[in-house]
């Protein structure tokens, strides 16, 4: 039996607006302990293109009367910069104890750049906040981590690798936040064996520089520039935007070859790797806390400045997202009230409302709407969305055939989930499609007067009984329009198909229509794998023999098994409406593009060490040959 349906999501489901009555829900407070004050001069630094005044420091009373303003609700605070710890040991000790005093502040975290990190900064935090999260700003290997300077001009990479390892000797793990820049892509498995060598690292996030917008040099207070904003000015004056910005094709595929390194090196098993751990939560259904992939975005974010300024996502353009003052705030309603009056916050929001029709909507969460704006206001998504969506069909390859990381860089199988997309028992299925003399006791086969076959004859999605070539009413079950299809999948290919669809119009009906396709169901990953790059290759050649206004879809989806409540990788192959083609259109020439598709089918088998039709990165392992 094969249930599916498509689900169609509200903005609210994306992004979830604060709700001062809902209280069960945390917020994050990023607060700025010295503002945008810094003891090192990043080039790409986006705090500092702030340009707010530096030198003052978020004191313990601003802590306490944060948690007054969000009275009864849970806080994740992050002390940030800037550089916190140049707010001085006795200041962040102040803020640290305040913070453990306050019981509904449920985490703490500090993110550095490591460069004053010593054994008595570790022992005051082991005193006053042993459960202190901390998060090291490192880009990688030295080379990559060309734009992180001091104000001399000269790499900080010695002294935060020094930090690294007196965590490690301390016992310490720690996250590290490394940005994607030019410095680093085509390198990724080597950067990623580099930051994963260091023994106190547990998690890797890598952020990308989509910083295209940039289009001129952090302001000073003085005339007098160092050597590290005269190397800013020279990479902002690039011809293609800063030298350190990357575009977010760039970025996908270095994030799948990180992924395919953390998979095939074992890097999983001890560090946390994102923006890949979140990409598999979602496409496994789970929730996650990484605000990219989450319905809680902006809303849910905060910041704090040692002016008392109080705004929401420190990402933001500022002043646009500032809310309040934090001295005049009484109350959430308040802070609620402010969001509601922020013509920003309304914006982003409104940034979204494509999200809602997109097919990739329950994976991908709508991304970071600060990250959409940097990257291209004017891109209408093309660029941001095309990432993203190239993020997720080459992680779900990973997921579903690990062994095989070339199914990653395949860009004709899309994930394509179908939900819910179930049978009632997986295991012996697949057992009775191998055992020929097995027959089932009873079959129910009924037919709709819209050509559907199920146990009831009704038109639309019914369960169907799930038979096997062995069956003696196997071909009574498969509908005829998608029969030569079927029968090529199994009798030559040898494979399994756990779904079948022939097309449906349902004129004079009120159902959509749906259209003609097989669902495969491999009987390992290997299969698996060399099924994908078939289905690749036959999508690739068929497409230009189709007739106008058709599309192959190979698309990679979950399969439920309603015992187990386990999931399977399976593949769908479809003939779906082309662009400006009409279901009328679709449904007159369809047995013409059926048998172009199974001709297609009829020419190609799945092979061992053969790869898809899609060109391979150079840079990557997988480009050292086939399905290995």
């Given at each position: 039996?094969?249930?599916?349906t498509?689900?169609?999501?509200?903005?609210?489901?994306?992004y979830?607006?604060?709700?001062?009555?809902?209280?069960?829900?945390?917020?994050?407070?990023?607060?700025?302990?010295?503002?945008?004050?810094?003891?090192?001069?990043?080039?790409?630094?986006?705090e500092?293109?702030?340009?707010?005044?530096?030198?003052?420091?978020?004191?313990?009373?601003?802590?306490?009367?944060?948690?007054?303003?969000?009275?009864?609700?849970?806080?994740?605070?992050?002390?940030?910069?800037?550089?916190?710890?140049?707010?001085?040991?006795?200041?962040?000790?102040?803020?640290?104890?305040?913070?453990?005093?306050?019981?509904?502040?449920?985490?703490?975290?500090?993110?550095?750049n490591?460069?004053?990190?010593?054994?008595?900064?570790?022992?005051?935090?082991?005193?006053?906040?042993?459960?202190?999260r901390i998060?090291?700003?490192?880009?990688?290997?030295?080379?990559?981590?060309?734009?992180?300077v001091?104000?001399?001009?000269?790499?900080?990479?010695?002294?935060?690798?020094?930090?690294?390892?007196?965590?490690?000797?301390?016992?310490?793990s720690?996250?590290?936040?490394?940005a994607?820049?030019?410095?680093?892509?085509?390198?990724?498995?080597?950067?990623?064996?580099?930051l994963?060598?260091?023994?106190?690292?547990?998690?890797?996030?890598?952020?990308?520089?989509?910083?295209?917008?940039?289009?001129?040099?952090?302001?000073?207070?003085?005339?007098?520039?160092?050597?590290s904003?005269?190397?800013?000015?020279a990479?902002?004056?690039?011809?293609?935007?800063?030298?350190?910005?990357?575009?977010?094709?760039?970025?996908?595929?270095?994030?799948?070859?990180?992924?395919?390194?953390?998979?095939?090196?074992?890097?999983?098993?001890?560090?946390?790797?994102?923006?890949a751990?979140?990409?598999?939560?979602?496409?496994?259904g789970?929730?996650?806390?990484?605000?990219?992939?989450?319905?809680?975005?902006?809303?849910?974010?905060?910041?704090?400045?040692?002016?008392g300024?109080?705004g929401?996502?420190?990402?933001?353009?500022?002043?646009?997202?500032?809310?309040?003052?934090?001295?005049?705030?009484?109350?959430?309603?308040?802070?609620?009230?402010?969001?509601?009056?922020?013509?920003?916050?309304?914006?982003?929001?409104?940034?979204?409302?494509?999200?809602?029709?997109?097919?990739?909507?329950?994976?991908?969460?709508?991304?970071?709407?600060?990250?959409?704006?940097?990257?291209d206001p004017?891109?209408?998504?093309?660029?941001?969305?095309?990432?993203?969506?190239?993020?997720?069909?080459?992680?779900?390859?990973?997921?579903?055939?690990?062994?095989?990381?070339?199914?990653?860089?395949?860009?004709?199988?899309?994930?394509r989930?179908?939900t819910?997309?179930?049978m009632?028992?997986?295991?012996?299925?697949?057992a009775?499609w191998?055992?020929?003399?097995?027959?089932?006791?009873?079959?129910?086969?009924?037919?709709?007067?819209h050509?559907?076959?199920?146990?009831?004859?009704?038109?639309?999605?019914?369960?169907?009984?799930?038979?096997?070539?062995?069956?003696?009413?196997?071909?009574?079950?498969?509908?005829?329009?998608?029969w030569?299809?079927?029968?090529?999948?199994?009798?030559?290919?040898?494979?399994v198909?756990?779904?079948?669809?022939?097309?449906?119009?349902?004129?004079?009906?009120d159902?959509?229509?749906?259209?003609?396709?097989?669902?495969?169901?491999?009987?390992?990953?290997?299969?698996?794998?060399?099924?994908?790059?078939?289905?690749?290759?036959?999508?690739?050649?068929?497409?230009?023999?189709?007739?106008?206004?058709?599309e192959v879809?190979?698309?990679?989806?979950?399969?439920?098994?309603?015992?187990?409540?386990?999931t399977?990788?399976?593949?769908d192959?479809?003939?779906?409406?082309?662009?400006?083609?009409?279901?009328?259109?679709?449904?007159?020439?369809?047995?013409?593009?059926?048998?172009?598709?199974?001709?297609?089918?009829?020419?190609?088998?799945?092979?061992?060490d053969?790869?898809?039709?899609?060109?391979?990165?150079?840079?990557?392992?997988?480009?050292e040959?086939?399905l290995?």
């Amino acid at each position: 039996m094969n249930l599916s349906t498509e689900q169609r999501h509200t903005i609210d489901g994306l992004y979830r607006r604060l709700n001062a009555d809902d209280t069960d829900t945390a917020v994050s407070v990023i607060v700025k302990t010295r503002g945008e004050t810094c003891d090192i001069d990043c080039l790409y630094c986006y705090e500092k293109r702030k340009e707010a005044p530096g030198g003052a420091r978020v004191s313990a009373d601003q802590i306490r009367r944060l948690a007054a303003v969000f009275k009864g609700r849970r806080l994740a605070v992050e002390l940030h910069g800037g550089e916190p710890l140049t707010a001085g040991r006795e200041q962040i000790s102040e803020i640290l104890a305040e913070l453990a005093g306050l019981p509904q502040v449920v985490r703490v975290s500090l993110q550095t750049n490591g460069v004053l990190l010593d054994a008595d900064w570790l022992d005051m935090f082991d005193t006053l906040c042993p459960d202190l999260r901390i998060g090291i700003s490192l880009d990688g290997d030295a080379q990559g981590n060309a734009w992180r300077v001091g104000y001399d001009g000269k790499p900080v990479y010695p002294r935060v690798a020094a930090a690294l390892n007196l965590l490690a000797e301390r016992g310490r793990s720690v996250g590290v936040i490394a940005a994607v820049t030019p410095a680093v892509l085509d390198r990724a498995e080597e950067v990623l064996d580099h930051l994963a060598g260091f023994g106190s690292v547990n998690a890797i996030s890598f952020v990308p520089c989509f910083d295209s917008t940039i289009r001129r040099s952090t302001a000073l207070p003085s005339r007098r520039k160092s050597a590290s904003r005269l190397l800013q000015q020279a990479a902002v004056n690039a011809a293609d935007g800063p030298a350190w910005a990357i575009h977010p094709d760039e970025y996908a595929q270095f994030v799948l070859a990180a992924t395919a390194r953390w998979i095939t090196a074992g890097y999983f098993t001890r560090v946390k790797l994102e923006p890949a751990v979140s990409t598999i939560r979602r496409l496994r259904g789970l929730t996650t806390g990484f605000c990219h992939f989450s319905d809680l975005k902006c809303d849910h974010v905060f910041t704090l400045y040692p002016d008392g300024r109080l705004g929401s996502c420190d990402e933001l353009p500022w002043p646009q997202a500032r809310l309040t003052q934090l001295e005049s705030t009484a109350d959430e309603p308040e802070m609620v009230r402010a969001q509601q009056g922020s013509l920003l916050l309304d914006q982003g929001k409104a940034l979204m409302d494509k999200c809602t029709t997109c097919d990739y909507r329950t994976t991908c969460g709508g991304g970071c709407v600060a990250t959409r704006w940097r990257q291209d206001p004017a891109d209408d998504h093309g660029a941001y969305c095309d990432y993203r969506m190239r993020m997720i069909d080459g992680v779900a390859a990973l997921l579903a055939q690990p062994a095989h990381p070339v199914g990653a860089w395949c860009q004709s199988l899309r994930w394509r989930p179908r939900t819910p997309n179930s049978m009632r028992d997986v295991n012996a299925f697949l057992a009775r499609w191998e055992a020929p003399d097995f027959v089932d006791s009873e079959v129910r086969l009924h037919t709709s007067e819209h050509g559907n076959i199920n146990t009831v004859g009704l038109a639309g999605i019914h369960e169907a009984d799930d038979l096997t070539p062995a069956h003696p009413m196997w071909r009574a079950a498969i509908e005829p329009g998608v029969w030569p299809l079927v029968d090529t999948v199994t009798r030559t290919w040898g494979l399994v198909t756990y779904d079948s669809c022939q097309g449906h119009q349902y004129t004079g009906a009120d159902l959509a229509p749906t259209g003609l396709r097989i669902g495969l169901l491999a009987r390992d990953r290997r299969e698996y794998a060399r099924t994908a790059s078939a289905l690749c290759r036959v999508a690739t050649f068929a497409s230009s023999l189709l007739p106008a206004g058709f599309e192959v879809n190979v698309g990679r989806s979950e399969l439920t098994c309603e015992s187990t409540g386990t999931t399977t990788p399976v593949l769908d192959l479809s003939l779906a409406p082309g662009p400006g083609q009409g279901w009328d259109g679709y449904f007159s020439r369809l047995r013409e593009a059926a048998a172009v598709l199974a001709a297609a089918l009829d020419a190609e088998r799945p092979k061992t060490d053969s790869a898809c039709a899609c060109p391979l990165p150079v840079s990557t392992e997988a480009a050292e040959g086939g399905l290995r």
